[in-house]
């Protein structure tokens, strides 16, 4: 006679307990609940290959980034260290670049603008910038407020550029509005701003590869 009767236990005086298995169930099969539809643990599951690749682009666009600053600032530092010539807005007396034999050459003016950390009147400063230039072809007038390309690294601000033939160039720079009276000095170097361009064209490169990667990374994480 049963003494203990439940769900699945069938007991008999004197007979050790036995669990009966419903069929079609096998005793080595004991997985998770989660698991028994083939679910899995619910633990998470990341990739190693997919880590170290993001992690690797990371690393890649931050040295892009790092590349791009230190060409910027060699080459313009490089560059503005041996101007072709310097003077200052408002002078009566223009700046003489003596131009090599060989060809024309590109010069850029640049307008230093060191102390000021207003940009509005960093704007209206090189807006008011004009300078007439005169080579041996002839005259040009060159404004800073319409440059193909303008470009401005850390104190200077290009005021725009202009191609001289082999001799002597007279280049002198003023305002536009008699009210401005700022003692700013310009320079004049060798080359193009767009020689700017490209360490710029880096950063911005790597800027975007580097946060591509960390959001792969960041998903990665999260899976």
């Known amino acids: 006679?049963?003494?203990?009767?439940?769900?699945?236990?069938?007991?008999?005086p004197g007979r050790p307990i036995r669990r009966v298995q419903p069929?079609?169930?096998?005793?080595?099969?004991?997985r998770p609940r989660d698991d028994q539809h083939g679910l899995g643990t619910g633990r998470r599951t990341v990739?190693?290959?997919?880590?170290?690749?993001?992690?690797?682009?990371?690393?890649?666009?931050?040295?892009?980034?790092?590349?791009?600053?230190v060409l910027l600032t060699s080459t313009h530092s490089a560059t503005?260290?041996?101007?072709?010539?310097?003077?200052?807005?408002?002078?009566?007396?223009?700046?003489?670049?003596?131009?090599?034999?060989g060809g024309p050459r590109n010069?850029?003016?640049?307008?230093?603008?060191?102390?000021?950390?207003?940009?509005e009147v960093l704007e209206d400063q090189v807006a008011s910038t004009t300078c007439v230039v005169r080579t041996a072809a002839g005259e040009e007038?060159?404004?800073?407020?319409?440059?193909?390309?303008s470009v401005a690294i850390g104190d200077e601000h290009s005021i725009g550029w202009f191609a001289a033939p082999p001799g002597e160039t007279r280049v002198r720079c003023g305002?536009?509005?008699?009210?401005?009276?700022?003692?700013r000095a310009f320079v004049i170097t060798e080359g193009t701003p767009d020689i700017a361009l490209w360490p710029i064209v880096?950063?911005?490169?790597?800027?975007?590869v580097s946060v591509a990667a960390t959001f792969a990374l960041i998903s990665a994480l999260r899976r």
């Open 107 to 119: 010069y850029t003016i640049w307008l230093i603008q060191d102390g000021i950390e207003n940009s």
């Open 141 to 149: 007038e060159l404004s800073g407020a319409f440059q193909s390309t």
């Open 47 to 69: 990739r190693p290959l997919s880590l170290v690749l993001a992690v690797t682009i990371d690393m890649i666009g931050i040295a892009l980034v790092i590349a791009g600053v």
């Open 175 to 183: 305002w536009t509005r008699a009210a401005r009276t700022d003692d």
């Open 80 to 101: 503005m260290a041996n101007p072709a010539a310097a003077g200052t807005i408002g002078s009566d007396n223009p700046v003489v670049v003596d131009v090599p034999p």
């Open 23 to 30: 069929a079609g169930v096998h005793t080595d099969d004991v």
């Open 202 to 208: 880096l950063m911005v490169a790597g800027g975007v």
């Open 1 to 12: 006679m049963c003494r203990v009767c439940g769900a699945g236990v069938t007991a008999f």
